[in-house]
């Protein structure tokens, strides 16, 4: 078979050596064309044949290497303080700000379908400078532990330690002055961090998350987790987490933008050496974190590779950012795109690059979805 490509200083090139000689002076073909030649042999083909384990379902399952399971997905859940409140957050269908109450069904119902684990972030009654209701005993994240710890005893609870919800400006920690301009004191947050760690621990966290990007936190929670007496406690970084726009709808949900600046601060560059992420995932391993985190998902596949690759026996996580969600959320909506399918692949991509944990706000849909065909 002879297959043409149209380009008309190609088409005169292949001319040319399917005729005895080329084109005479005004540029016609006088003569012949020549059957084709057999094509080279291919070193494999034909005894080699790709799509014959593509053949049938059982062999394609059968030769798959990546595999989705509930047990290793987590689902953030938002909690805020009342009773009853069930509101949905906008740009984030499907998903609720929860009254302690209610997050008890969501609980017991995660566990049902087998999910790996939730994840809390809450919205305090009050904000202030300095995020004090985020150390508090009874704050939001406490109640909403004990109630969860209550639904579902065997299902882990991780909490998001951070400050952004939980300060009047939104920043991640305490504002100072750090050379004359304001910005984030790392070390004054480090303290607030260690306490904040505790607070949840006591409340009964099964894991302590750190989101916050503060240079040191790992090792300034450890050390006060220790001190406390929870010397068995995990610790899941946030240890590659890079100022995104892909947090947008996160920040609707949590009630958390900030209000003046960004966190780029902080936050890694998305333009930053891949080895930029491989230090910071280093430096919270020795600080003694227990499991580390890339955060997007999706915009960092290559992140998440060279991190798996790197640290093999590092429990790797990956957030399926709100933005990513969000954005295969509304296309569905309009039926541009098909939700179940893409989510699958979009998910198996983000395990074929390395992570063993997804952070995801589809994981009890999944769980579902796997139930009925495995
Ligand atoms: C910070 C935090 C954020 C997310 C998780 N933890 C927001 C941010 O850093 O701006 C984003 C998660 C998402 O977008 O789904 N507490």
Redesign the pocket.
């Known amino acids: 078979m002879l297959a043409v490509v149209v380009s008309s200083d190609r088409i005169h090139a292949v001319f040319d050596v399917l005729t005895r000689s080329g084109p005479d002076k005004s540029g016609h073909y006088e003569h012949e064309i020549m059957p084709p030649t057999d094509p080279p042999a291919s070193p494999g083909f034909p005894t080699t044949r790709l799509r014959r384990l593509r053949q049938i379902p059982g062999i394609r399952r059968l030769v798959q290497t990546t595999r989705l399971s509930p047990a290793d997905l987590v689902l953030?859940l938002f909690v805020r303080p009342g009773s009853g409140v069930r509101s949905e957050i906008a740009s984030m269908p499907g998903n609720y700000q929860l009254s302690p109450d209610l997050l008890a069904d969501e609980v017991r119902e995660a566990a049902a379908l087998g999910l790996g684990g939730v994840i809390l972030?809450g919205i305090p009654e009050h904000k202030d400078a300095t995020g004090t209701s985020a150390l508090s005993e009874s704050g939001i994240i406490p109640q909403a532990v004990r109630v969860a710890k209550h639904a579902a005893p065997e299902l882990p609870v991780i909490t998001?330690?951070?400050?952004?919800?939980y300060t009047d400006h939104g920043q991640?920690g305490v504002v100072g002055r750090v050379a004359g301009r304001p910005d984030v004191d790392n070390d004054a947050t480090l303290e607030l961090l260690a306490r904040q760690a505790v607070v949840h621990a006591r409340a009964g966290a099964d894991v302590v998350a750190p989101?916050?990007?503060m240079d040191g936190m790992v090792g300034a929670m450890r050390r006060a987790l220790d001190d406390a007496g929870f010397l068995h406690l995990p610790i899941l970084s946030?240890a590659a987490?890079y100022?995104?726009a892909?947090?947008?709808?996160?920040?609707d949900?949590?009630e958390?933008?900030?209000q003046l600046g960004d966190?780029r601060g902080y936050?890694m560059d998305p333009a930053a050496a891949p080895g930029q992420a491989m230090r910071e995932i280093e430096l919270d391993l020795a600080e003694g974190a227990d499991l580390v985190m890339v955060?997007?998902a999706l915009p960092y596949l290559d992140i998440i590779r060279q991190a798996a690759d790197r640290f093999p026996g590092v429990p790797l996580a990956a957030?399926?950012?709100?933005?990513?969600?969000s954005m295969l959320k509304a296309a569905a909506a309009r039926a541009w795109l098909d939700e179940r399918p893409v989510v699958l692949e979009t998910l198996t991509a983000i395990r074929r690059a390395g992570a063993s944990i997804i952070?995801t706000?589809w994981a009890k849909d999944v769980a579902r979805w796997l139930q009925r065909s495995p």
Request: charged share 20%; with cysteine.
């Open positions: 953030p972030f998001d330690l951070c400050f952004c919800e991640c989101s916050g990007m946030y987490k100022a995104s892909f947090y947008g709808p996160f920040r949900a949590a958390s933008a900030p966190r936050q955060k997007p957030y399926n950012v709100s933005g990513e969600f952070l706000y």
